[in-house]
């Protein structure tokens, strides 16, 4: 197995320079660079631990194979423009504050670029085999590089697992990363930030403090930097979010048939099935099934673009492919062979069927691609969710776990603390401040009960076991930056209580 990053230059010209005096354009990024921009991504979200962990792991392998196309190259070229205006009473004559009699200083005019014949180029180190946590850190630091070299560079990147790789095509790189290239690029950053306001800048003398370490996330058990599986829908009718935990659960029961098709259906695993090997529910954490919805952009409708199967912490069922498997990795695989098949786009299909009515009293039939690695629109991305924040607001409204007994105010401080419990049942802390509400702060996602004169399907519908329990939207602030995916209440395993970070402001990209 190979580890390979992919970068696409998305205009189809590399802005780099081999040095900062060199005319010549850097082609193909060196491994230096790419490591870099790998580094200013992991600062940019936050410094995150794992993160830092899968940085060194990657500083520790030894120096890629690189694929890269040839491409036609523009060298920067020297300019000289006239200085600023002149003082005449610091000049001899006057007529030096005409512009053409200014001197000329040197520039560098046109920045060093290239036009590669394959906007695609692949580093590969043979035989690196991540862990999942490390692959999908990597993962994380990949799409969150926006380009490479030039700020004008804008790039896609993704890691992934290729177990045929022909490396007699590849190339050695002229430059590497070199044990220590970490340390030394967070040391000469620090050294930056205290020098960017003069006021601020070492005297001689002056001890340089280092910079105090980021507040360490706190996690959930849902958030362990684990993989999610995506489900993207590519065919059939989606119903509406108000019936997505109705979907998330056809889409359990499917999981279901699975295991019974290659003959363990007496020995599903708990974190699959939700139930102890008694029958009973099972008091343990196990698999969430949410639902993607395209919400918090501008304009946004609350439309279902996909699901994601997201495992609870400490499981192994959906390692990635290439990673170490596991007897649960491998039962998992075999029974969604037998759920899905391959359609015309190399795509592995799951098709989702439900006879059971919707909100707008209709049977569901919806084919959903499988994959790992998130498609184009944002609204697919699990890293929308699984960010650190201290504020997050419910996309899909939360399921009390007991019905509000109290009037009045005193109603909304008891669903706030039923929210508070809900926090502390998935091992997140008290949270700092709960405001409920009907409606969501979430642009698009829909108010969690209709007014009385409403449609029947503006109703969300619920699975029998949750259909008399109250819901509610809610925005929660803890004290201190707690890692997603934040998902909470009764309903919490078939995508309800979904909560999205809102700290800042989120990409409004391609949705």
Known sequence: MTLVL??????GVAFAAVGPDSTEPDWPPQPDRIFSALVASWAA???????????????????????????ERRRGVT??????????????????????????????GGFPAARPHDPVLRLCWPKAQPDDATFSALQALAHDTPYVGHSTSLTRCRFLLDPVVDLEKATMPRRSVYRGRLEELRAAYARFEQSVDKKDRPQRGMRVLPRPAPPTARANVFADGGQWLILEHVGGDMPDVRA???????????LLSGYRKIGLGDDIPEVISGHAPDGSPSRNPHLAIVPLAFAGFPYADGHVMGFALVPPAGTSILARPGAPETDDTRAFRRALRQLTKIDQAGRRVLEVRSEERTPREQAFGV?????????????????????????????????????????????????????????????LPEPEAVVVDKHSAVEGAPSAYPSGRAPRWMNWRLPP????????????????????PVILGAGRFVGLGLCLPIDRRGDDAAR
């Not at 084919?367 to 498609?375: E, G, K, S, V, Y």
């Not at 259909?467 to 930056?481: C, D, G, N, W, Y």
């Open 6 to 11: 992919e970068i696409e230059f998305l205009s």
């Open 45 to 71: 979200r936050g410094e995150r631990e794992d993160e830092l962990r899968a940085l060194q792991w990657l500083e520790e392998l030894a120096v890629p194979s690189l694929f890269a196309s040839d491409a």
């Open 79 to 108: 300019v000289y423009v006239p200085a600023n205006d002149a003082s005449s009473a610091k000049q001899k004559h006057a007529r030096h504050v005409l512009p053409a009699m200014r001197n000329r200083q040197e520039r560098a």
């Open 244 to 254: 997505s935990a109705l979907v998330a659960r056809t889409v359990r029961d499917a």
């Open 367 to 427: 084919d959903m691609a499988l994959t790992f690695d998130p498609p184009g629109p944002a609204s697919l991305d699990p890293a929308r969710y699984t960010r650190p924040a201290r504020i997050f607001a419910t996309v899909t409204p939360i399921v009390l776990d007991r019905h509000l007994k109290r009037s009045g105010a005193e109603r909304l401080e008891e669903a706030a603390e039923q929210i508070a419990t809900a926090c502390r049942n998935i091992g």
């Open 465 to 484: 076991s949750l259909a008399s329990r109250q819901l509610t939207h809610a925005v929660i602030r803890f004290a201190e930056p707690v890692e997603g």
